[in-house]
């Protein structure tokens, strides 16, 4: 076994605790571990400054971890991950690649693709669960079909048996020298941060400690202090409330299931000492971990969401991809002070709470009716803790794109949150200067505040503080015209599609309100399939069944009080899309991209760098 040659090839697993690809190679022979940066392969969902900020302190960390292990982490940039591989095979005279698995989409096609080229050139490859309690194939509803549904997703892990944390700790690694055929990068040399992000950068590092051990101090002092007030604290939006860990757990660098098994510990102890709100606090906070989960869960089945939403009833949204709001909606001048403090926090430090991530999404999608695409793009590029999963489920669930979300026709007047969330306005009064005069009964509309209080407080409205980017009572009518136009141009579509006609007949059955998810088979006679493969799966076509159908609507629509949408770039009513639809598959998702783009509209490019600027308790 000692005379093993074996890559581990790190991505987003940068720990040395209890990281199973690491274990296996360290146990089995002498290990050569390498970080490949490629960017031509991360394609529209290159990290954005701040994401890249923390990548690159994460892996000076984990190189310093790895060199007092005896060994060194590789660092290369190159035009090809496969190329890279290969290289470093042939450099060590390695026989086997290890490697933990990655469920966003751009991830599965890339790896499945390196997998089955390396098998073919007869290297062993095996991949490992190292970023989830359980695997997205693992957990299915009695019938064996993927869940939509987040409490009944979570309900069934939580009565399923968990792998602990086994992986023996690695203490020690057999050094692999290469030979001169490739080049060691240095971290400054990978290009992750560009000499004019150096400035920005610089704040990064006074809020934020990058890196696993940082990441292993922040979960202790989380468990030990935090969690027994976690239930009241997660609902305020300003200062540190809640654990802080997302960065950490999107980069790899403190296992979940660590922080799973520290909190169920704690749960256990509180249970026993009568404590039932800490017992409460334990089960709010394993959710949130639980809703990290499914975001993966559902990338995972349904591979398309990054692209349409799981519901296809949004299909014929009059979406107004207008620039010049999304451009306000960016810089924190909507006129409306938490929503506009929101995203000057998010420009500022690369973060904001989840209660602000819900509120200014919504905005966007509701007030603005802008593409929900545009704005998962705009917090992939600005975030530090930017996680395409978890981005994608935000977004769809503010979207009315998820069955269990906020319902499409559902607006959150942001005065009325500003009132709940910030009472004293001091979030507000942090991120926007211009208002901190404001007496806090107007702060969070101070369109309606007497000119004389405006004047007091040096408030001149369009001139240092936006006038509302649009009227509430307008923003809510234009809503509405617009759900009243999506249906209609869904009817029209149905009336065109004789395809469709047939479909309806389904969709008029009862209580089939999902219907438009394609069905996800992960359980049935043929595919039985072992808890903790080691392998990693990919979605298969033929796991789709089912037929994608729209929600039920009312039969009449009163078509002559429309105003005609001029802005709709969406699908056109009649052209089918239920091929596409139905491709699940991670290649054909890739593959797919190249039409789709044709048809909807595109994201807005680099949208950072545009930036002007240097119902329910249960809810997500
Ligand atoms: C529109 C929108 C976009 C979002 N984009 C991202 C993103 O790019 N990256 C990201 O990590 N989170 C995202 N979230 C989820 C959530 O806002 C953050 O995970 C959370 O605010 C991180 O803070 P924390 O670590 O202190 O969370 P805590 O409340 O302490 O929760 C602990 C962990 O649970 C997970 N978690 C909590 N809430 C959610 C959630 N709603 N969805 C998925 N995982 C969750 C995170 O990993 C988090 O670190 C988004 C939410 C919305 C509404």
């Not at 609902?235 to 802080?244: A, D």
């Not at 939403?309 to 014929?316: H, I, Q």
């Given at each position: 076994m000692a005379g093993n040659k074996i890559i581990v090839w790190f991505r987003r697993?940068?720990?040395?605790?209890?990281?199973p690809a690491l274990s296996a190679a360290a146990r089995d022979g002498r290990v050569l571990p390498v970080f490949i940066w490629c960017p031509k392969e991360?394609?529209?969902?290159?990290?954005g400054r701040v994401s890249r900020w923390w990548l690159k302190h994460s892996l000076l960390y984990l190189s310093q971890s790895l060199k007092s292990l005896g060994s060194q982490l590789l660092l290369i940039k190159a035009d090809s991950t496969l190329a890279a591989l290969l290289a470093c095979i042939d450099s060590v005279g390695a026989t086997r690649v290890v490697f933990n698995h990655l469920y966003d989409p751009v991830s599965l096609v890339r790896d499945h693709h390196i997998k089955e080229q390396l098998v073919e050139l007869g290297i062993s490859v095996q991949s490992y669960n190292?970023?989830?309690?359980?695997?997205?194939?693992e957990v299915y509803d009695e019938k064996g079909l993927a869940f939509t549904m987040f409490d009944a997703y979570w309900n069934t892990c939580m009565h399923m048996q968990m792998e602990p944390v086994t992986h023996a700790p690695v203490w020690r690694l057999e050094p692999l020298p290469t030979s001169g055929m490739i080049e060691n990068c240095s971290i400054e040399d990978l290009?992750?941060?560009d000499e004019t992000e150096r400035s920005s950068n610089a704040l990064l590092g006074r809020g934020w400690s990058p890196g696993w051990g940082h990441a292993d101090k922040a979960l202790t002092e989380f468990i030990e202090h935090h969690l027994v007030s976690y239930a009241e604290n997660r609902?305020?939006?300003?200062?540190?409330?809640?654990?802080?860990l997302s960065p950490y757990l999107h980069f790899g660098e403190v296992s979940v299931r660590k922080v799973f098994q520290s909190t169920r510990l704690k749960q256990i102890l509180w249970a026993k000492e009568g404590n039932s709100s800490g017992e409460e606090c334990a089960t709010l906070f394993l959710r949130a971990i639980g809703l990290r989960e499914y975001s993966r869960y559902l990338c995972f089945n349904f591979p398309f969401t990054h692209e349409k939403?799981?519901?296809?009833?949004?299909?014929?949204f009059p979406w107004r991809p207008d620039q010049t709001s999304f451009k306000a909606w960016r810089q924190g001048r909507t006129g409306y002070p938490l929503v506009d403090a929101g995203m000057r926090e998010l420009w500022a430090t690369g973060w904001i709470h989840n209660r602000i991530r819900v509120i200014v999404a919504s905005f966007a999608v509701?007030?603005?009716?802008?593409?929900?695409k545009w704005g998962m793009k705009y917090f992939w590029d600005t975030?530090?803790?930017?996680?395409l999963e978890s981005d994608i489920l935000g977004w769809q669930y503010i979207s009315g794109?998820?069955?269990?979300?906020?319902?499409?026709e559902r607006m959150d007047c942001p005065e009325v949150q500003g009132c709940k969330f910030d009472p004293e306005g001091e979030y507000v009064r942090q991120w926007l200067p211009e208002l901190a005069r404001m007496p806090t009964e107007w702060i969070?509309?101070?369109?309606?505040?007497?000119t004389s209080v405006l004047k007091a407080s040096g408030v001149e409205l369009g001139l240092n503080y936006p006038k509302p980017i649009i009227d509430v009572d307008a923003a809510r009518a234009r809503l509405t015209e617009a759900i009243f136009k999506m249906w209609e141009l869904e009817a029209t579509a149905r009336a065109c599609s004789s395809n469709y006609t047939d479909e309806v007949v389904g969709d008029n059955?009862?209580?089939?309100?999902?219907?438009s998810i394609p069905k996800v088979v992960l359980k049935d006679r043929a595919t039985s399939f072992t808890i903790s493969s080691n392998d990693q799966r990919v979605p298969s076509i033929q796991n789709l069944k089912g037929s994608l159908v729209c929600k039920k609507r009312p039969?009449?629509?009163?078509?002559?009080?429309l105003r005609p949408v001029?802005?709709?770039?969406?699908d056109q009513p009649g052209s089918s899309r239920r091929d596409e639809e139905e491709c699940s598959t991670a290649e054909s998702s890739a593959a797919k991209r190249q039409t789709i783009s044709r048809e909807s509209f595109s994201v807005p490019q680099s949208s950072s760098s545009l930036n002007g600027l240097t119902s329910n308790e249960q809810e997500i």
């Open positions: 697993d940068l720990r040395i605790e209890d990281n991360e394609g529209q969902f290159y990290p190292a970023d989830l309690l359980y695997e997205p194939w290009g992750l941060e609902l305020k939006v300003g200062g540190n409330s809640t654990s802080l939403p799981l519901l296809s009833n949004l299909k014929y509701k007030f603005l009716l802008l593409p929900w975030l530090l803790d930017a996680d794109s998820l069955p269990d979300g906020h319902e499409l969070h509309h101070p369109w309606d505040a007497p059955s009862e209580g089939d309100e999902n219907s039969n009449e629509i009163a078509v002559n009080e001029h802005d709709n770039l969406q």
